[in-house]
């Protein structure tokens, strides 16, 4: 088994998410599954090192189509994060929810386990301990958490012996309140702002539109690297089919200039967290 703390992981930047794979909350049995287990073997293949995943999506069988995928690669090559959904975070609800995830998974020890969305009615100390019992026997390298504001995640951060890897949060370049509320705390904490739905429901404004067409890149490219082009900022983006993994992994390539960053600064287009801060 594998055991650690923040400092020795190395998080990849980019990763695949797995939200829609294999059904959305439930499992969907006339699921692709065949082509979403292909999609990730072809993005382990390609470079991506990062696979994303949560007992959520799908009722826990994205995390099972993950399981075939991986199975044959080299478990050390790889980092896996998933979730404990809220109703699951009393101390034996987290127990017996990363048994789960393990077991769907069929690996011993996940790279990172994160609190998916904060549940009032258990106190965050009882979690807290919870995730750090499982690092202390070996099942999680790392914990971190999931769509917690500054004040949250600083007291989530208190009340944890094992360093806070990152806060899971939705980001773009239209919905930037995570990004302006946590980036500082984020940094001066050292846990890393890794944003989530980079780029879906985004659409390009006349001036995305034409530094894409400057630089030869799409819209899509140029909203990852807008994310990937901040300090102490991680993303994660999914992929149904194999068709778009080579342009996402070379869009973090992509150097912006301070200028196209104020540029993209600008984007007109503002929305709020799907899921609020809490
Ligand atoms: N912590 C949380 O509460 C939370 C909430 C939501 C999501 N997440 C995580 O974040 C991940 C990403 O979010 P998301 O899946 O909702 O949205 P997303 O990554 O912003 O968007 C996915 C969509 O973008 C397309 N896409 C990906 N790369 C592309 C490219 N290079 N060019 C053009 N299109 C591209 C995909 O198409 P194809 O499938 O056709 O490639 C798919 O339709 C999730 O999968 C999940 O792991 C976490």
Redesign the pocket.
């Known amino acids: 088994m594998r055991n650690g703390t923040a400092k020795e992981i190395k998080l990849p930047r980019l990763g695949m ?4 794979f294999g059904g959305r909350t439930e499992h969907d049995p006339g699921n692709d599954d065949a082509g979403q287990i292909e999609a990730l073997r072809k993005g382990i293949e390609l470079g991506f090192r990062l696979i ?3 007992e959520y999506y799908a009722s826990g069988y994205a995390e099972t189509l993950i399981g075939k995928a991986i199975a044959g690669f080299d478990r050390k090559e790889l980092f896996i994060t998933s ?1 404990v959904w809220k109703t699951n975070v009393s101390r034996d609800g987290v127990f017996r929810a990363a048994e789960g995830t393990l077991k769907r998974l069929g690996i011993d020890c996940l790279d990172c386990y ?1 609190y ?2 904060f549940n009032p009615a258990v106190p965050l100390e009882e979690t807290m301990g919870a995730l750090n019992e499982l690092v202390a026997q070996g099942m999680t390298r790392t914990v971190g958490v ?2 917690f504001s500054a004040s949250l995640m600083a007291r989530a951060a208190a009340c944890s012996e094992a360093p806070l890897l990152l806060n ?1 949060v ?1 980001a ?1 370049l239209a919905v930037r309140e995570a990004l302006e509320n946590l980036s500082g705390p984020c940094r001066e904490q050292g846990i890393v702002l890794q944003a ?5 429901d985004l659409e390009p404004d006349p001036v995305c539109e034409e530094l894409c067409r400057k630089r030869g890149i ?1 819209f ?2 140029l909203c ?1 690297a807008w994310l990937l082009n901040q300090p102490n900022v991680a993303v ?6 194999p ?2 993994l080579k ?2 992994l070379d ?1 973090a390539e992509i150097r912006l200039t301070p200028e196209e960053m104020d540029l993209l600064d600008g984007y007109p287009c503002r929305r709020p967290c ?2 609020p801060l809490a």
Do not use: F, Y
């Open positions: 998410g797995t939200w829609c994303d995943t949560a979730k994160l998916h969305q999931s769509n899971q939705h773009n989530w739905r980079p780029l879906r799409t899509q490219q990852l994660i983006t999914a992929m149904k089919t068709r778009h342009e996402t869009a799907g899921v």
